[in-house]
């Protein structure tokens, strides 16, 4: 309570809000003090922590500008400088064709979990659904009709089994200058922010993604499921494909890739852990993806990538890597478990993003047809 | 303003507010006095209107039972009774393999349109999308990350291009008693409700619907774009199939079915218009589909059926017979045109609703592939 | 994941959905398998539990009707049959005068917690704020103006420091029949329910809450912050009073009641605890509160009355008795322990609900003037 | 629609959905093309227009940084520079004592809107209200207990009836760098912005506000209700103030003032007019006021300053006069019309802002007393 006694006594709350603020995001992600950065970035914790709270925190309080020499701006891209879709140019009828040729028998593997509000969300993001009225409305007309809606209101393209679009991740160059922050093919948050929606890079540029898809089953190869802040390597890779009986170059330009980690089998049992970090390429691995063209990189975690990252003074390397500077798709959330059950490696990747626009993402359904 | 005065003058807001819940609605439709009951509905004026004022909205007031003779229980379903999937049932691997084999050339046509703030809804419901910060987060980390989420609320399932989930739709018995409202193989609102998610029928129960698609053109038909309040009847959709070249038996169990009628050209160009109702499906048209067991029937209108019903006493009839009575789905606000101009009659339909827990309907990009 | 296999092997995922519905509710809340009615409820366990399950739990899934005798009808109310203010009659010109001979001073005490994300809420409710862009819009015009806007979702009537008006609770009396649903002045849910606001009783017939104010001081009269269901009785009260040194006729009619129990120390501190129960009126008190035609009880809970009720078959008896049946407002989640720590027992109250059309409640910032 | 026909063919969205973006807010503010900088502002179109596309527009484009002498830095204020209230620190228990020695009836004069869907709202703003459920839960308990929840979306300390926070308001100084963005007291955008709630400046830190209020009556003035793009000079409020038989000296340090314009009347009746422009304070009388040391400015018009501003290359410079540099709240869409009618010149005002941590402004029920 705030007691308003004389002239002297009228006490200012902005010390008590802003302690507020600093204790709500603690105790939201259950950080300790020395991480409010990640708290801020609606992440967990990294290595910074188990470093002594150096390394990102240290690392995002200093804002150092990289240097020219290792930043090389990553635009124009491959695909002229006006390009929004990226590394979708590759998804070609001829690639939809390839990929329906792997259809034989019509099963569909299901790689969406449930939209609910119990999942997993990082940060501060939401998901809350509610039905007006019971039923909405009616009855109505001789025929007593009723109806029902849904009333959602959240982060929805970035929670629950969620593709990235390229307007999701960029790097700042210049502190707190919007002209100098780039995204894909080096647009600028001054070019693209908008408080209605992203005027460059929206989710609804983003072709619908029919290509064939790849599964690396990590699980496999360690014979357990990963662990936190595990980093998935080139040679874990490599090792994956030997184990599966993958031609060495099986993955082709246009294709998707997809990780089995293990690690979603805590989904919606134990949240807490999931989100604390969670196993992932580094960047070397991401690398070598970059190189066989893929369009997109999925997996049963919330990030895709290791995190903590092994150097602890990066946030999300990888996620800059991929949509950043290569325009590369990340899908995350999905459930690739009964794919490496019934050892389904290759497979017609369906992923239809919805087309709305200005997103930074998109929910979806996206299944495997075999 | 409302002046507080002495006892006497304190005036209650009541009066006011019922009055201003009355003028709103009406002004939100531009509808007369008389349509109340439409408006309630969030739905565009009936025929009720040409009738005088009668129809609808007298039947709504009185919201006589049906008698037992005119309205059969329509469960259990050929499902059983259990049974929450509907017509999707005939989604099988063999009918995907089905579909599959109708594509050619990997050419894609989109069917959905953009989700935007300015598409036209239907009565109160709405879309709204906001940015948090620029950018939501960051800069953090040495590679000073920085990131773009999307805040979304509204009726995600019942704007723009969506899917009517068979727990929309249903049927009063009994005026306000929710054990005997009536839906899909006879779930009750007492047993479906809940203020935060359907309990029963809710969309995460729909397949994904890959399916052969067939597109009946209309506007080939009658040579112009329908007008509002054009019934489609069997003569027309048996033209159709004549004129473009289609055998009698080209629609199977299993398949879905998409009309053409012009309508969709007033799609964020004349919202007004759009809304106002529509030329569509009379109830024989839909038996007729109903008996060829199709899965969906899509159109470029927002309600597929002929609004307003020419049985000025019906409120969406059609509506009641497909999902209701024989949980076949309805897909609202296509693009059905590039498809008609292209001649493309038959192709493989992708469709894949969101597994949103609970929700009555799924935004989604559907697509043609052929 | 859901495998689509052959026929056979399409899953339905209704038992999955519906097993998933119990499994988050009982999460959220901590609840054991049991207590589903109470999480049903949005509010912590009952005395059922300690009674082995049976009580509200067996109760409400039986939903027995109250007897004719048990349950005599509460309407019309004493202020007409058409009167939708309930107590608020007595605040009258005459009375607010009344309450402004109380200050003396100018200090003004904040009886309001912040409304803020981290902030314990019941059940399925939530509360979110963002901020649109950085800035919202701008720069803009010679001047370079600027501007930030804040986007709200939640249950902002029923989340936080907040009134219950009217039209919040009630009492069904015949299943799920909605004619029989019954509210303040016998209202029933098939005159009030609207998806888009209440057709009757909404905030925004509440007037302006300018009364005098009476703290009563439980941790003062039990030397100890009071406990999670202990009840408040008469005999507490009259305690209360007399180490207060106030006159037994004190509490006049049309003044405001608060209690001091101590439990909102847990406020943002230990949330879990907060909602798990709270210590609060029981229906005797209520009664002694209701004689005395009191305007509005509230508290340092988030339900004023005890939780779970002595009589482990009766789900917020107490809420019943004073808005349904008496027309008192209840607020709840008040901050009382700066009055009680400077022992200002009687004030000036003042409490102005937002006029939103419809609401089931109001958010405000109740303050106590001296 | 978009086809995708083959490599050559597939149609990047991107030039569509720019184009979509104009076309969206054209249409939604009535604007036309050249007015495209005040749609994006959220506000109706301004002389920049009449002066042919000129004006605001062309200044808006250029963002030309304002000269070191044009804009000299407000910060610190004279309050400390770490002060978050800024005018209503004269809000003091002194003042509060002398507003309710005016009270002299207990008479009150309603000064709010109701907050409803319908309600004119700028730019892409928006208010939605559903109540989950129908009831939102129960039968529960022996007792049968029912309850209702209202579930709110939009931007609610911005529409409707609304306080301006200090943090709602700044300047650019140096084109899109947050470093250099300016607020009340210098705070900058980087220090301020956070995706989840403003870090400084927040509503929450405002003080109740109960103090003196004068009505100046400009429909009294005028004889007449003043027209869209009407200046109210500091003429007509000395003439106001003469004809309503106020001392000169009348508006003491501390006090509030409101404009009785009859725009107001416009509210709901008229929506698209009203939110065109209005009639307002020009800067002179805005100056004129500050040098009294007014807390708040209030009006029956939707930004209380005139709009468009008679220099054309200006947009909304009273908003910063008030907020940014003086620390004077602004309380727009207010109801002043009954105070006029009954002559009501000098009175008790109340309004308690909401304490939601991190918002740009708040609703609230205003009120006078007398």
């Known amino acids: 309570m705030r007691n308003h006694n004389d002239d002297s006594n009228f006490v200012d709350t902005a010390a008590e809000a802003a302690e ?5 995001r603690r105790a939201l992600m259950g950080l300790a003090a020395g991480s409010l950065a990640c708290a801020l970035f609606g992440l967990p914790p ?13 690392a995002a309080q200093a804002q150092p500008a990289p240097s020219a020499a290792a930043i090389a701006p990553w635009w124009p891209s491959k695909w002229g400088k006006d390009d929004q879709i990226g590394a979708t140019n590759l998804v070609t009828p001829a690639k939809i064709l390839d990929a329906l040729k792997l259809v ?16 997993p969300v990082f940060g501060q993001r939401g998901f809350t659904l509610r039905i007006p009225g019971a039923p909405t409305g009616g009855p109505l007309g001789a025929n007593n009709v009723i109806y029902h809606d849904e009333f959602v209101a959240g982060e929805i393209g970035q929670v629950g089994t969620q593709l990235d679009g390229l307007g999701h991740i960029g790097m700042a160059f210049k502190g707190e200058d919007k002209n100098e922050m780039r995204f894909y093919n080096g647009f600028t948050e001054a070019e693209m922010s908008d408080a209605y929606g992203l005027k460059k890079l929206g989710i609804e540029h983003v072709r619908p993604i029919i290509t064939p898809g790849h599964l690396f089953d990590l699980v496999g190869v360690r014979g357990r499921d990963l662990n936190l802040g595990e980093e998935i390597t080139i040679a874990d890779l490599e090792a994956a494909m030997r184990r599966q009986n993958m031609a060495p170059d099986a993955v082709k330009p246009g ?46 975690t919330w990030g895709v990538e290791v995190v903590p990252n092994p150097d602890s003074s ?17 899908h995350e959330n999905l459930d690739t478990a009964a794919l490496a059950a019934d050892s389904v490696w290759t497979f017609c990747y369906i992923m239809l993003p919805l087309l709305i626009k200005g997103a930074t993402g998109s929910p979806g359904r996206p299944i495997a047809l075999v």
């Open 314 to 330: 990066l946030a999300f390397p990888v996620h800059q890597e991929l949509l950043a500077k290569n325009g590369i798709h990340i």
């Open 46 to 58: 990294t290595a910074a922590q188990a470093a002594g709270g150096i390394g990102v925190v240290g």
């Open 104 to 119: 034989k028998t019509g099963k569909v593997y299901e790689m969406s979990h449930l939209y609910e509000s119990s999942m």
């Open 20 to 24: 507020g603020i600093d204790d709500d």
């Open 255 to 300: 294709d998707c890739v997809f990780l089995y980690t293990g690690w979603g089998s805590l989904w919606n049992k134990d949240n807490a852990t999931f989100v604390k970090g969670e196993p992932g390429l580094g960047i070397p691995a991401a690398k070598w993806f970059i190189e066989k063209q893929v369009v997109l990189i999925g997996a049963d």
